[in-house]
């Protein structure tokens, strides 16, 4: 039977959404010759009257979309229409209108691409109005639970790595310590992996508290055996020095993670008499073209999701687990989120190396 699908990408954005979107559309159209449309801007596009959408075909693809980083639907991750922030400053329910835009729509089924926030929002939306929904996880912070990896985690850790060794050689000229910050909301992944590649003497992340005593330790350790810089690696949701995460405001009110790096170089400098510089990632970590693993992952996920509503099994999840593509209950996979494991193979590999975790 035909259908019309719908499919929007939600939350921040990050490298290979528009690998997913391509995937979706390949395989509803050559697969099953159904018709997708794409939503813009998240649900903002389901709130807007009329709903701002596009129909996507395969015209659109032809060669330069699975390369771009940024989506070309575009995404939001303010305005939760469970608690919308009207005009006139009060709060509203705007919930029953999404489900009139995906009625007005005629949408058989909605694939929804999000990180744990939006797939949470998403799946309330679809139970409430009875929308069959398919979630794809994204997130650079990979604190998606039930999945090994989520579609932009690969390209950022990439970057991060490519800043330490963009950061190596100037380190080394000047005899200073770098200090990178990078993202990852509440989860190191992001920190860790790129640290462990990059070459870092020191990775701290949120899951483990750090001593100021074990980080100047380690700085002094690295001079005493003969080398003249050193490189640090600090994920945004360190705590600071005043025992609480460092965050900015930014005008129109939202406040984001960011800013620990300046207060520990700073702190290093003063611990240790070392040079420090400061380099905080931010964005550069989301943008640009994805990392074939990435397009690999938003292929097979679109792929899957596809193939998920041609069976008519909603409310599902596709994941990544033990080398291949799988779906999980999108409950479940919202439930179970994803920190580092303290214990896990990637924390004793760098404790291995010798590298300081700040413990
Ligand atoms: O969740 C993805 C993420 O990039 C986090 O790592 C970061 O803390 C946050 O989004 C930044 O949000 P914004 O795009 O609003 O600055």
């Not at 039977?1 to 979107?21: F, H």
């Not at 929804?112 to 309330?124: F, K, N, P, T, V």
């Amino acid at each position: 039977m035909s259908k019309r699908i719908g499919i929007l990408t939600s939350g921040g954005d990050c490298a290979g959404l528009n690998a997913v979107i391509r995937a979706v559309v390949h395989r509803a159209i050559r697969g099953f010759g159904w018709q997708v449309l794409g939503i813009h801007q998240g649900t903002m596009g389901l709130l807007a009257r009329p709903p701002k959408f596009e129909e996507l075909d395969l015209r659109l693809f032809t060669g330069n979309i699975l390369r771009m980083g940024g989506t070309i639907l575009g995404t939001t991750n303010r305005g939760d229409p469970f608690a919308f922030p009207m005009p006139d400053g009060s709060i509203a329910d705007r919930s029953p209108e999404i489900t009139e835009a995906c009625r007005e729509l005629e949408l058989d089924a909605l694939i929804g691409i999000g990180g744990d926030g939006s797939l949470r929002i998403l799946r309330q939306l679809a139970q409430q109005g009875g929308i069959n929904l398919v979630g794809i996880p994204k997130t650079i912070d990979n604190d998606i639970g039930l999945t090994e990896v989520s579609v932009g985690y690969d390209t950022a850790v990439n970057v991060a790595t490519e800043a330490l060794d963009r950061l190596q050689p100037t380190a080394a000229s000047h005899s200073r310590v770098m200090i990178l910050e990078v993202m990852g909301r509440d989860a190191g992944h992001i920190a860790l992996v790129a640290g462990i590649a990059g070459g870092a003497d020191v990775i701290l992340i949120p899951e483990i508290p750090y001593s100021m005593g074990s980080v100047a330790g380690k700085i002094e350790q690295v001079k005493a055996d003969g080398r003249n810089f050193a490189l640090v690696i600090v994920a945004e949701a360190v705590k600071g020095t005043e025992g609480a995460v460092v965050t900015k405001s930014h005008v129109g009110g939202a406040a984001t993670y960011g800013g620990v790096g300046h207060e520990l170089g700073a702190r290093i400098a003063e611990a240790t008499g070392a040079e420090t510089r400061v380099t905080v990632l931010g964005h550069l970590q989301r943008g640009g073209t994805p990392s074939a693993r990435d397009r690999l992952m938003a292929s097979a996920f679109g792929v899957h999701a596809v193939n998920l509503i041609a069976e008519e099994r909603f409310d599902r999840m596709v994941a990544w687990q033990q080398r291949g593509v799988v779906d999980v209950p999108l409950a479940e996979a919202i439930a179970a989120y994803q920190a580092v494991d303290v214990d896990g193979a990637a924390v004793r590999t760098a404790r291995g190396l010798g590298i300081c975790l700040g413990d």
